[in-house]
């Protein structure tokens, strides 16, 4: 075993101990100071690496309401660059410990507030959404990236989400503020919307979150009008496979699987992709033949 794998396990424990009560919860006190410090800090690393940022909407805070920050995710840098506009402190639902944990980033995620989850880890994952349901019930903020993963699908404005996000929200009584983050090169565009209070929605986890996917496709939307639309055919073929590249070498040593294993597979599409191996088509996405194939071992 990893001395990073028994770090991550001396945490999870940890995470265990405050649910029962055994620790105390994570502290917002010296994070609010440090807070105005920090987004400093990450606009001048921005413009150290050359990104700019352009903001569609104002982020419309209620008062006396926890906040779920419900975020779209294309990349290394959009946490950074989102992070960067918000005023108000947050605790973030990630799944980088082991890229993290002993770093100078992982030292300003933690001074941020920052929750890991072992997303291979099914009591993990549950320990973590009781925390996040604990943080919002006593007043703090939460940041979560409901779709798991960056978003590389060539046909899906956003990704199949859990119902993580709107159950939180249903049993802390907070409301779901949604953002779109689309990046062009070094340029992240930036489309928050409107409030999503589940108390006046009377909605359950289920309806939430389809109306949570929907307002964050409407306002990927909404930037995607904004920028303007490419025609396919002055796109080159290669266009997609360099993307993809791009994004990846922003973070080197992130494995691609990683990326599979963080996703969130609905019952349906699994059974789907299961057919289609059967039938030996080319219909599965390349990620998920990885996948596929890991399981049937």
Not at 208 to 220: C, Q
Request: hydrophobic fraction near 40%; charged fraction near 30%.
């Amino acid at each position: 075993m990893s001395r990073q794998t028994e770090n991550f396990n001396r945490y999870k424990n940890r995470k265990k101990l405050i649910l029962a009560g055994e620790r105390k919860m994570p502290t917002v006190i010296l994070r609010k100071i440090f807070r105005p410090l920090l987004r400093i800090g990450l606009g001048v690393q921005r413009k150290i690496n050359g990104l700019s940022v352009e903001m569609l909407n104002e982020v419309k805070f209620p008062e006396n309401r926890p906040v779920i920050f419900a975020l779209t995710h294309i990349g290394k840098w959009d946490f950074e660059i989102v992070n960067e506009q918000i005023k108000e402190q947050f605790f973030v639902i990630a799944a980088d410990f082991i890229h993290m944990y002993g770093t100078m980033s992982g030292f300003f995620m933690n001074m941020n507030g920052v929750i890991y989850v072992d997303e291979e880890d099914r009591e993990d994952r549950a320990n973590t959404k009781k925390l996040m349901v604990k943080l919002l019930q006593s007043g703090r903020n939460v940041m979560i990236f409901p779709e798991g993963t960056w978003n590389f699908f060539e046909n899906e404005i956003i990704r199949d989400i859990a119902y993580g996000t709107a159950e939180a929200a249903v049993c802390a009584g907070a409301v779901i503020i949604p953002i779109a983050v689309e990046q062009y090169d070094k340029h992240f565009v930036i489309c928050p919307g409107e409030v999503i209070d589940p108390v006046g929605q009377q909605k359950d986890k289920h309806e939430l979150t389809i109306i949570l996917r929907d307002e964050l496709a409407s306002l990927k939307w909404k930037i995607w009008e904004r920028k303007g639309v490419c025609q396919r055919n002055k796109m080159s073929v290669e266009y997609w496979d360099q993307f993809i590249r791009a994004r990846c070498l922003e973070w080197r040593g992130y494995a691609m699987r990683e990326q599979i294993v963080n996703t969130y597979i609905p019952k349906e599409k699994w059974e789907y992709w299961q057919v289609q191996k059967d039938l030996k088509t080319e219909k599965i996405p390349l990620w998920y033949q990885i996948l596929l194939e890991e399981e049937a071992v």
